[in-house]
């Protein structure tokens, strides 16, 4: 039986009816059916124990009316017999409750009328009379041992009531007085267990009707956890599972849903340049770009036997079983072709496609044992990566053999070639400050380089590449012009300094390369600094040499950057006059141990003795401050004192201080 909305609707307006209302026809009919087989087992057992019980009171017939005995016998035993048979056969044969009822209600009444108009022929009269009181048994069985339908009961015992009414009334020979009181008592116990036959039906029916009413709390409530569980594991924009839903789909196959031979495999999935696609067509147009790209890998995931969920972002993640590499590539492969014939547009990716293209990269837990979901996710990341820098829409097995940092380094080369003509270089300042007057005295120059979606390359990575492949030259003397530049139009305090690679140092036509920005902006050359770091073995290097005596010549500041980190600082001391050097911020991040704080006390003594101006980079705390007041450090630079910040930024910063 189904609880359909039609059931549930019923059953809550059957439970607050009124009462004289009659029972929902509907919900009767489904309780019968409900106990059908044990109403039907009741029927064909009380049916025998009736048969039974009738043919005992032989025994009162044979003694009290022996005239008509024989009959009476007769017809107790024979009535007996057919109507278990007919019963019987019924069961056996429709096995439909209400003709079995009817069967079992239509033998009462023919046991009944059957018995007593024989039994009327009798000539004991008042001995009957008495004997007759026991017809009350068969409007009590009626009424109450067969569970009938209240209608069925309330007609086989009404009928029998009569016969015996009608036997007492017109045919008995008795006294006026006994007519009337065995009368009024067949009709007394008929209506006394009519009443209880209706409560018994109305009880089974309420009780039938508070059971459907907890299934259907029952049904709902657990609809509702359902729902939650749902809501809880599912990623509202586009519908898939979460990363929650995931590590729980990956802990399940390592618990119990993996074959012999089998493995997980997993692919990361990257939307390429999605952070431009956002920026140049909105976030609606992104929003929609991602659940279509749903859609498609939770229905490739399906026909795959795999899942897809969202792992954040622009990330998708696939959860597979597989059994070699092999087919985790071609896994990989059909999501890849599979997005591209999508065919989204995406005009203003930066390269020379025009369609959204994803970047994957894929791992798989190996046989022995690596089932952490984590330590697969970083492999994935690890390849995706790679994928990336090789170009984009693509996928990448993770190898922990192979090394992918060359691929990577292979492309950024790529990107460096192209970054100033794209404008993916910009320049920050970082300020320095006077220790003595807390003042601002100059800028920093440090680049910064987008990648074609928009996120950040550091430094530290790309500056590498860059000398490597020779691109640093380029970047570097873009660096100087910007510097030039922005002093020439907004003065920028007292000094700007810009970063010079070894590689710009050793060539011959660098100092020209300066002294030629310096002249077209028609800056004063003090207020360029050039910090060169001993990253080189400058005894070595004479080109180098001679440069840095040309610009020094030509009145263009040169600072030592980093001091302390080369190999050869002292040497480097020794040769040039160096207008300031810049200690290293790992002295001043060593100074929390006295040893730490004492390296740096002789350092910033040393310099000093040689007539040094000292600056000290990475001030990042008061007490920082403080030290370096104490050492009699000259200038301070660090995130405490200011960040690097865009050109406007600082603007804006000096603008407020003066006012101030
Ligand atoms: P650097 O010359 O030592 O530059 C200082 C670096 O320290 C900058 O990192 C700066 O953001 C960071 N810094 C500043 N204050 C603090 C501080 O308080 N705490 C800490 N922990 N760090 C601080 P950035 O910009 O990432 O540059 C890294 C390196 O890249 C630079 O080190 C420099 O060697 C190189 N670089 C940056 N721009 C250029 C450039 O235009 N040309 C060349 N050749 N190299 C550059
Ligand atoms: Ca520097
Ligand atoms: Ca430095």
Redesign the pocket.
């Known amino acids: 039986m189904e609880l359909t909305d039609e059931v549930a609707r019923r059953a809550i307006a059957a439970l607050h009816r009124p009462w004289w209302k009659p029972a929902d026809p509907f919900l009767l009919t489904m309780l019968l059916e409900r106990n059908a087989a044990q109403n039907i087992r009741l029927v064909r057992f009380g049916i025998v124990a009736a048969a039974f019980v009738n043919s005992l009171f032989c025994f009162l017939d044979y003694l009290l009316l022996p005239d008509v005995a024989s009959t009476l016998i007769m017809v107790r035993i024979g009535v007996g017999l057919f109507f278990v048979a007919t019963v019987e056969l019924v069961a056996r044969t429709s096995r439909s409750l209400s003709l079995i009822h009817v069967s079992a209600a239509t033998g009462i009444i023919v046991a009944a009328v059957g018995w007593l108009i024989p039994a009327l022929q009798s000539s004991q009269q008042v001995t009957l009379s008495q004997f007759m009181v026991f017809g009350t048994i068969f409007v009590l069985g009626a009424n109450l041992f067969f569970n009938f339908r209240f209608w069925l009961s309330a007609l086989s015992s009404v009928t029998v009531t009569i016969a015996f009414v009608y036997g007492l009334l017109f045919s008995l020979d008795i006294n006026e007085t006994a007519r009337g009181v065995l009368s009024l008592y067949f009709v007394s116990v008929l209506a006394l267990s009519l009443y209880f036959s209706w409560q018994l039906s109305l009880e089974r029916y309420n009780s039938f009707l508070h059971s459907l009413q907890a299934q259907i709390q029952e049904k709902v409530a657990i609809e509702k956890g359902q729902q939650l569980e749902k809501i809880a594991e599912t990623d509202p924009l586009t519908g898939l599972r979460n990363r929650r839903a995931i590590s729980q789909d990956f802990l399940n196959l390592t618990r119990n849903g993996l074959a012999e031979n089998e493995q997980i495999g997993l692919i990361l999935i990257d939307v390429d340049y999605f952070k431009r696609f956002n920026d140049s067509l909105g976030h609606h147009a992104g929003d929609e770009c991602l659940i279509a790209l749903a859609r498609l890998f939770s229905q490739k995931a399906e026909e795959l036997g795999a899942v897809a969920g969202r792992h954040g972002g622009e990330e998708f993640v696939i959860l597979t079983k597989v059994n070699t590499q092999e087919r985790l590539r071609e896994l990989a492969d059909v999501f890849c072709k599979s997005v591209e014939a999508l065919a989204i547009p995406h005009p203003d990716r930066g390269d020379d496609r025009h369609i959204v293209t994803i970047s994957a990269g894929a791992a798989m837990t190996r046989n022995d044992g690596s089932m952490e979901l984590t330590v697969l996710l970083q492999q994935a990341d690890r390849a995706l990566y790679s994928s990336k820098f090789s170009g984009r829409a693509t996928f990448t097995i993770y190898d922990p053999t192979e090394a992918s940092r060359d691929a990577s380094g292979e492309n950024l080369a790529e990107l460096l070639k192209h970054a100033i003509a794209r404008g993916l270089v910009s320049?920050?300042y970082?300020p320095f400050i006077d220790a003595r007057t807390s003042r601002v005295i100059g800028y920093?120059?440090?680049?910064?380089m987008r990648d074609f979606d928009g996120s950040l390359i550091?430094?530290?990575v790309f500056?590498p590449v860059?000398?490597q492949t020779g691109a640093?030259h380029q970047?570097?003397r873009w660096?100087?012009e910007q510097a030039c530049r922005d002093i020439a139009n907004h003065g920028m305090s007292d000094v700007v300094s810009?970063?010079?690679?070894a590689?710009?140092l050793k060539t011959p036509g660098f100092p020209l390369q300066v002294t030629e920005l310096i002249c077209q902006f028609g800056i004063s050359p003090k207020k360029l600094a050039l910090?060169v770091?001993e990253g080189i073995d400058i005894a070595l290097e004479t080109q180098a040499q001679k440069n840095i005596e040309q610009l020094r010549a030509f009145g263009v500041q040169v600072w030592l950057?980093?001091f302390g980190t080369g190999f050869a600082g002292l040497a480097w001391l020794r040769r040039f006059d160096f207008d300031v050097v810049?200690i290293?911020?790992a002295f001043l991040?060593d100074c929390e141990s006295t040893r730490g704080s004492c390296m740096l006390q002789d350092i910033v003594r040393l310099l000093r003795n040689r007539g040094v101006h000292v600056l000290v980079?990475?001030?990042?705390t008061k007490q920082q401050v403080e030290l370096l007041k104490r050492l009699g450090v000259n200038t301070m630079?660090?995130?405490?004192?200011?960040?690097?910040a865009p050109l406007e930024a600082i603007l804006v910063h000096r603008a407020a201080s003066q006012r101030a």
């Open positions: 320049v920050v970082q920093e120059t440090l680049m910064r550091s430094p530290a500056i860059a000398e640093i970047l570097g660096a100087i810009v970063n010079v690679s590689m710009q910090e770091t950057d980093d810049k290293d911020r991040h980079e990475g001030v990042e630079q660090g995130y405490y004192l200011g960040r690097p």
